[in-house]
């Protein structure tokens, strides 16, 4: 066998458990657990997964003494082009003490005069620290630009780190346009959206008062769309409001946050395929009543768990964090959080190749120094990831 | 200089913030902080901190690279001495399923039948964990054997690897004595005491409903002090009742937990000197209240931030989680919880060597992948900790 024919097959054997989020394999659960698993690799990508004792010989085998392995975390929210600190913003909040915030504004100001190296110094330093907690697949945002060159430019860095890029000229309305709003959609729909779409999968809009309401965001989504952009949404984050069942109508990948839903957006949600993303870090890092996992997951919705890392809101990249969280808070098992960190990120990217782990997916996973997914709730805090892969190949 | 006559000296500068937790250095608070500040170390001692441009000359010099230096982490409060797992216990709970969990009891029998080399190797795990996370001192308690021999070897295992050992022989009542918790007493303050004595520094007991009264609690600690051990209690924790005052009539060093305390609890703490320790860890995993951290502050109270790190109610090594989780739910400021896990648990160990970085302290400190102290909180579930100093010697 030469290595230009084939590439060479490692078995990654002694795993206490490992979770497939195939059910057809393992013990049939969504999270298609095995126990006492082995995982081949070719290349790429994953070639068998299974019991150890029935592992096909391989070129390499790399024991992993008893530990659990998991899919590679898929982090579908994030916005992590941006320059600036929001540090005395965060703790004044947190001190009670007064703060003349400017919030979003204060971080486009300083994104607008960073230059491009600064930008991607920035956006390559959260991914390693990503990386290292596990995420192998991230999406990020534009937004903290909000001029057609600035936008351009962030989504241009976003693009050379990763495949899953969003365009979000709408995330306010900046300063300059504030007497205008209209100009603004007009320019986000227009001139910023040719700029843009060269770099980007999706589009993206802020749908909250304060930000872009309803028919702004219907206008935003329905132009992107029309220039092969696919829709997400912030959605009822703050209050209650149209973003999650224009959503649904537009058939939008996600709609993320989903802090406030009448019983009409949890029906919504149900009936469509749009997935319900959460971001307990939100919720964590502004004080704000958390979203109800166990209501949408009762009523059907997939549900999808990221970090919406940003230096505003919620300055975690660590996925295990965000699942202790929705264990914790949001009515989630852990079986649940494991699998809506996983196999519900790649499905509000609409990716089928990462987020499991069976034959043909990406050899995308991560090691626990612990023996069970479980140990991601039952050990808040502790950074248990061992290991990370990334397309078969060790990073971490 | 002959390196037999002085230690070598070695800088470590260009330190954006440093926290010495010394008022009269730097701005004056009770973190002392130092801006662009550099720490001289002489062996395993601080001997000088202040401002870059004013340090003096020394043999090495380590350069920061503008990042936060604080006290190592003093945890005064954890069950590093077990065996077992009770992963299905915590799952089920988390999950709403029924399960015949046996709690403490589940851990004491895993315990009595481990090995003394299985019970070293776990500690030595664990507290390898919270060093890579930034704890330079840790106490840690017996409890899980409940027999004299089970006990004192517990302890005996610790004492190799910290100063800080508690004997816990009044944990729970353990089955065997069921029916004669009077006679269990009379074994924790007889015969049990004198075999753990030569091994501890405290005597602590479970003071709570299902585990000790008030009465028990005191003959136990009264017993141990006689036997020159410092009392420490775990009190009100799952319900009102005796502890809290108990603790401060007997001077105890620190009552740990405090979830629920009456007004004349609050003034009890701050009538004596008997710190508060909160341990955030637990009302997380079990999803209990959080106790108030504002009222004692604001009462004059001392108060100490831990772990109670143990494989039932509490399974995080990490203080910067419970940093995060007692800014965000206890109404402490980013500052005083980085005081409390400090120089707090130091106050709780009655040490003044360490939780300090002031000349004459111990060289414990820790290195933060970010500009301040203030990222902990800011930056939740992120292992921020990129460096960490023990007695003068880099050991993560």
């Given at each position: 066998?030469?290595?230009t024919?084939?590439?060479?097959?490692?078995?990654?054997?002694?795993?206490?458990?490992?979770?497939?989020?195939?059910?057809?394999l393992?013990?049939?659960?969504?999270?298609?657990?095995?126990r006492?698993?082995a995982?081949?690799?070719?290349?790429?990508r994953?070639?068998?997964?299974?019991?150890?004792s029935?592992?096909?010989?391989?070129?390499?085998?790399?024991?992993?003494?008893?530990?659990?392995?998991?899919?590679?975390?898929?982090?579908?929210?994030s916005?992590?082009?941006?320059?600036?600190?929001r540090?005395?913003?965060?703790?004044?909040?947190?001190?009670?003490?007064?703060?003349?915030?400017?919030?979003?504004?204060?971080?486009?100001?300083?994104?607008?005069?960073?230059s491009?190296?600064?930008?991607e110094?920035?956006?390559?330093?959260?991914?390693?620290?990503?990386l290292?907690?596990?995420?192998?697949?991230?999406?990020?945002?534009?937004?903290?630009?909000l001029?057609?060159?600035?936008?351009?430019?962030?989504?241009?860095?976003?693009?050379?780190?990763?495949?899953?890029?969003?365009?979000?000229?709408?995330?306010?309305?900046?300063?300059?346009?504030?007497?205008?709003?209209?100009?603004?959609v007009?320019?986000?729909?227009?001139?910023?959206l040719?700029a843009?779409?060269?770099?980007a999968?999706?589009?993206?809009?802020?749908?909250?008062?304060?930000?872009?309401?309803?028919?702004?965001?219907?206008?935003?989504?329905?132009?992107?769309?029309?220039?092969?952009?696919?829709?997400?949404?912030?959605?009822?984050q703050?209050?209650?409001?149209?973003?999650?069942q224009?959503?649904?109508?537009?058939?939008a990948?996600?709609?993320d946050?989903c802090t406030?839903?009448?019983?009409?957006?949890?029906?919504?949600?149900?009936?469509?395929?749009t997935?319900?993303?959460?971001?307990?870090?939100?919720?964590?890092?502004t004080?704000?009543?958390?979203?109800?996992?166990?209501?949408?997951?009762?009523?059907?919705?997939?549900?999808?768990?990221?970090?919406?890392?940003?230096?505003?809101?919620?300055?975690?990249?660590?996925?295990?964090?965000?699942?202790a969280?929705?264990?914790?808070?949001?009515?989630?098992?852990?079986d649940?959080?494991?699998?809506?960190a996983?196999?519900?990120?790649?499905?509000?990217?609409?990716?089928?190749?990462v987020?499991?782990?069976?034959?043909?997916?990406?050899?995308?996973?991560?090691?626990?120094?612990?023996?069970?997914?479980?140990?991601?709730?039952?050990?808040?805090?502790?950074?248990?990831v061992?290991?990370?892969?990334?397309?078969?190949?060790?990073?971490?």
């Amino acid at each position: 066998m030469s290595s230009t024919e084939t590439a060479a097959s490692t078995v990654i054997t002694n795993i206490a458990t490992l979770v497939t989020n195939d059910p057809s394999l393992g013990d049939g659960s969504p999270l298609g657990l095995v126990r006492d698993a082995a995982v081949v690799i070719e290349g790429d990508r994953v070639v068998w997964t299974g019991e150890s004792s029935k592992a096909p010989a391989t070129d390499n085998r790399v024991d992993a003494g008893g530990r659990a392995v998991l899919p590679g975390f898929v982090d579908s929210h994030s916005h992590l082009v941006f320059a600036g600190d929001r540090t005395e913003e965060f703790n004044a909040r947190m001190s009670g003490r007064a703060y003349s915030a400017g919030g979003i504004r204060t971080t486009v100001a300083a994104t607008r005069a960073a230059s491009d190296g600064e930008l991607e110094a920035g956006l390559v330093r959260y991914l390693a620290e990503a990386l290292r907690q596990g995420t192998t697949t991230f999406e990020t945002k534009s937004g903290y630009g909000l001029t057609v060159a600035d936008e351009a430019r962030a989504l241009a860095i976003a693009a050379r780190h990763t495949d899953e890029v969003t365009y979000l000229g709408a995330h306010i309305v900046p300063p300059d346009y504030a007497e205008d709003p209209a100009a603004y959609v007009e320019l986000v729909t227009g001139e910023m959206l040719e700029a843009c779409a060269p770099h980007a999968r999706w589009i993206d809009v802020f749908c909250e008062k304060g930000a872009f309401d309803g028919d702004q965001a219907r206008a935003i989504l329905t132009a992107g769309r029309a220039r092969g952009l696919t829709p997400r949404i912030h959605a009822n984050q703050l209050s209650y409001g149209p973003g999650v069942q224009l959503a649904v109508e537009l058939d939008a990948a996600s709609a993320d946050h989903c802090t406030h839903l009448t019983d009409a957006d949890v029906d919504a949600l149900a009936s469509g395929r749009t997935v319900a993303t959460l971001l307990p870090g939100a919720e964590f890092s502004t004080r704000a009543a958390w979203p109800d996992a166990r209501r949408l997951l009762d009523a059907g919705v997939t549900v999808a768990l990221s970090t919406d890392c940003n230096p505003g809101s919620s300055f975690t990249s660590s996925v295990p964090f965000c699942i202790a969280l929705a264990v914790r808070d949001m009515g989630m098992t852990p079986d649940e959080a494991v699998w809506s960190a996983t196999a519900g990120g790649a499905a509000a990217l609409r990716r089928d190749d990462v987020g499991r782990l069976a034959p043909g997916a990406r050899a995308d996973l991560l090691v626990l120094d612990a023996p069970s997914h479980v140990h991601l709730a039952y050990r808040p805090g502790v950074p248990l990831v061992s290991q990370v892969w990334r397309r078969g190949v060790r990073e971490v």
